[in-house]
């Protein structure tokens, strides 16, 4: 099957040698920078005298009074500090101190874009809101304003004060806007696409495996588990709503893809742009490095870079997917290498699919994921010198790319002359081998850009995903929760993830960039 998928999505055929070349290249590269305007830059240079959260004097008892007083009943009591035997106390402690949220450099000049924009060709709403704002603010806004629970193609969500139903998002920030969607009060879409590259990292206890089906239930034989690692939500991207989120880079639609919705225009045509949305789809060009395009050049026939839906009149545009999930796992990687370093282990990265559930569009894109990952692998591999093994969890095949089960990413540079690479199935906290067992477990997780930790965990289902299921193991639900972890889980403890420095706290980064 996946072989059927690879002749018709990367075929070799002459006439598509261009799209073939243009699939392969290898973004973002490493090493390299990106360009900021001067209001970008005299944001980011505010940013270095943000103050570090001072951890000294974190009290786990003022940490359980304050979840005791979050609003929303938590799915299971069994994942909360209070739950925990009370010799792990002072190691909780140093795990609520270890959290902090986490964005890749380009993503850092895609917000101070995003500000930038809003102040110019904002609503009036939004350039009320967005007035003043710093990066951090922003953050925090991303971190805070998110609802509880917000799941399906409807919007269902869930608020942190316990109001439900199928939203309005759209909305958000426009004249039409309505209580509850109001953008003081909850992410717009514009947002959530923003939000959906945010991450939030932290040491976390493992209570158990980490199966699917786990449901907090606490596994009292330790020996079989990994009892204590490092836990990252990443987010893929969102197909269930139109002509939002990734929708708009990724999908090429005969009402979206024209140029009165800002579509087509080179970043020189832009540049001095007086229109909304032409600004607006030049900010995403030039994140991506990528000119967007025009529906009526679309070929009917599929090609190397572009799928034709089944059944539909929209494209697929594998190399913007690639794109888009390159800076996740650019994230991902960076963080992981980072927390190894810290800890002087080498780490068991345990890898889950993000965007390949109900989010998905078309059914390759857990061969583009791979496929994606093993790239930047290869590309960042002279900086993941603490990263000795990758497993790819629950995916259909064992081999994509230049990843297979049971081989070996060979580096001179790395001190085990490589990263072993696993594709097969195995839980997050399962307990390592023996010739692993000194190593660093970090899990990722797929959480969601308008959502806390566990999303349907708050409306207490606690097996419908791969997101309750890690809130129901670990301690994420309190530890990466802004409403909890009020000193950690904050824009102004935002961290930037960089090939070049690797990850550092906001300020830290300023002065690196601005020496």
């Given at each position: 099957?996946?072989?059927a998928?690879?002749?018709?999505?990367?075929?070799?055929?002459?006439?598509?040698?261009?799209?073939?070349?243009?699939?392969?290249?290898?973004?973002?590269?490493?090493?390299?920078?990106?360009?900021?305007?001067?209001?970008?830059?005299?944001?980011?240079?505010?940013?270095?005298?943000?103050?570090?959260?001072?951890?000294?004097?974190?009290?786990?008892?003022?940490?359980?009074?304050?979840?005791?007083?979050?609003?929303?009943?938590?799915?299971?009591?069994?994942?909360?500090?209070?739950?925990?035997?009370?010799?792990?106390?002072?190691?909780?402690?140093?795990?609520?101190?270890?959290?902090?949220?986490?964005?890749h450099?380009?993503?850092?000049?895609?917000?101070?874009?995003?500000?930038?924009?809003?102040?110019?060709?904002?609503?009036?709403?939004e350039?009320a809101?967005?007035?003043?704002?710093?990066?951090?603010d922003?953050?925090?806004?991303?971190?805070?304003?998110?609802?509880?629970?917000?799941?399906?193609?409807?919007?269902?969500?869930?608020?942190?004060?316990?109001?439900?139903?199928?939203?309005?998002?759209?909305?958000?920030?426009?004249?039409?806007?309505?209580?509850?969607?109001?953008?003081?009060?909850?992410?717009?879409?514009?947002?959530?696409?923003?939000?959906?590259?945010?991450?939030?990292?932290?040491?976390?206890?493992?209570?158990?495996?980490?199966?699917?089906?786990?449901?907090?239930?606490?596994?009292n034989?330790?020996?079989?588990?990994?009892?204590?690692?490092?836990?990252?939500?990443?987010?893929?991207?969102?197909?269930?709503?139109?002509?939002?989120?990734?929708?708009?880079?990724?999908?090429?639609?005969?009402?979206?893809?024209?140029?009165?919705?800002?579509?087509?225009?080179?970043?020189?045509?832009?540049?001095?742009?007086?229109?909304?949305?032409?600004?607006?789809?030049?900010?995403?060009?030039?994140?991506?490095?990528?000119?967007?395009?025009?529906?009526?050049?679309?070929?009917?026939?599929?090609?190397?870079?572009?799928?034709?839906?089944?059944?539909?009149?929209?494209?697929?545009?594998?190399?913007?997917?690639?794109?888009?999930?390159?800076?996740s796992?650019?994230t991902?990687?960076?963080?992981?290498?980072?927390?190894?370093?810290a800890?002087?282990?080498?780490?068991?990265?345990?890898?889950?699919?993000?965007?390949?559930?109900?989010?998905?569009?078309?059914?390759?894109?857990?061969?583009?994921?791979l496929?994606?990952?093993?790239?930047?692998?290869?590309?960042?591999?002279p900086?993941?010198?603490?990263?000795?093994?990758?497993?790819?969890?629950?995916?259909?095949?064992?081999?994509?790319?230049?990843?297979?089960?049971?081989?070996?990413?060979?580096?001179?540079?790395?001190?085990?002359?490589?990263?072993?690479?696993?594709?097969?199935n195995?839980?997050?906290?399962?307990?390592?081998?023996?010739?692993?067992?000194?190593?660093?477990?970090?899990e990722?997780?797929?959480?969601?850009?308008?959502?806390?930790?566990?999303?349907?965990?708050?409306?207490?289902?606690?097996?419908?995903?791969?997101?309750?299921?890690?809130?129901?193991?670990?301690?994420?639900?309190?530890?990466?929760?802004?409403?909890?972890?009020?000193?950690?889980?904050?824009?102004?403890?935002?961290?930037?993830?960089?090939?070049?420095?690797?990850?550092?706290?906001?300020?830290?980064?300023?002065?690196?960039?601005?020496?």
């Amino acid at each position: 099957m996946f072989q059927a998928l690879k002749n018709k999505f990367f075929s070799t055929n002459p006439i598509n040698e261009y799209e073939e070349a243009e699939l392969k290249q290898v973004w973002p590269k490493r090493d390299t920078g990106f360009v900021l305007t001067t209001f970008g830059k005299e944001l980011l240079h505010q940013c270095s005298i943000v103050p570090k959260p001072d951890a000294s004097g974190i009290s786990i008892e003022s940490f359980m009074k304050i979840s005791s007083e979050f609003p929303l009943k938590f799915g299971t009591d069994n994942c909360r500090v209070m739950s925990q035997p009370k010799a792990r106390y002072p190691e909780i402690i140093k795990q609520i101190a270890s959290t902090y949220p986490v964005i890749h450099e380009r993503v850092l000049s895609l917000y101070l874009a995003f500000l930038e924009h809003k102040l110019k060709f904002g609503t009036p709403i939004e350039r009320a809101l967005y007035d003043g704002m710093t990066l951090p603010d922003l953050v925090q806004r991303l971190l805070e304003k998110r609802c509880a629970s917000f799941v399906g193609p409807l919007d269902h969500y869930l608020l942190i004060n316990g109001k439900t139903g199928l939203g309005k998002f759209y909305d958000v920030g426009t004249e039409q806007e309505e209580a509850p969607f109001l953008l003081k009060d909850v992410l717009s879409y514009d947002e959530m696409k923003l939000s959906a590259f945010l991450s939030i990292s932290s040491y976390t206890e493992f209570l158990n495996d980490g199966n699917r089906r786990n449901a907090g239930i606490i596994e009292n034989d330790k020996s079989k588990i990994e009892t204590v690692g490092v836990i990252i939500g990443i987010i893929g991207a969102r197909f269930q709503a139109r002509e939002v989120m990734d929708w708009q880079d990724i999908i090429i639609a005969e009402k979206q893809n024209i140029k009165e919705r800002g579509y087509g225009f080179t970043m020189l045509e832009a540049k001095d742009t007086q229109s909304r949305d032409i600004d607006y789809r030049s900010m995403w060009t030039r994140f991506y490095e990528q000119q967007d395009l025009l529906y009526e050049n679309m070929r009917a026939q599929d090609s190397p870079r572009f799928y034709n839906i089944p059944n539909t009149k929209f494209y697929f545009d594998n190399l913007m997917m690639k794109k888009r999930n390159a800076i996740s796992f650019d994230t991902l990687l960076l963080e992981a290498n980072t927390r190894g370093a810290a800890a002087d282990k080498q780490v068991y990265l345990h890898v889950v699919g993000i965007g390949l559930g109900a989010w998905r569009a078309v059914i390759h894109q857990d061969k583009l994921f791979l496929q994606t990952f093993g790239e930047r692998l290869d590309e960042l591999l002279p900086r993941l010198i603490n990263i000795s093994v990758v497993h790819f969890s629950y995916f259909n095949m064992t081999a994509c790319g230049i990843l297979e089960d049971g081989g070996v990413l060979e580096s001179t540079s790395h001190p085990a002359g490589g990263i072993k690479i696993f594709i097969s199935n195995r839980n997050p906290a399962q307990k390592l081998e023996a010739e692993f067992q000194n190593m660093l477990v970090v899990e990722s997780y797929a959480w969601d850009g308008n959502a806390l930790p566990g999303n349907e965990f708050w409306h207490g289902s606690l097996t419908t995903s791969g997101d309750p299921a890690a809130a129901c193991s670990t301690l994420i639900t309190e530890l990466h929760n802004p409403h909890i972890n009020k000193l950690m889980v904050n824009g102004k403890n935002i961290h930037i993830a960089s090939d070049r420095f690797g990850v550092l706290h906001i300020s830290d980064y300023a002065k690196k960039v601005f020496v």
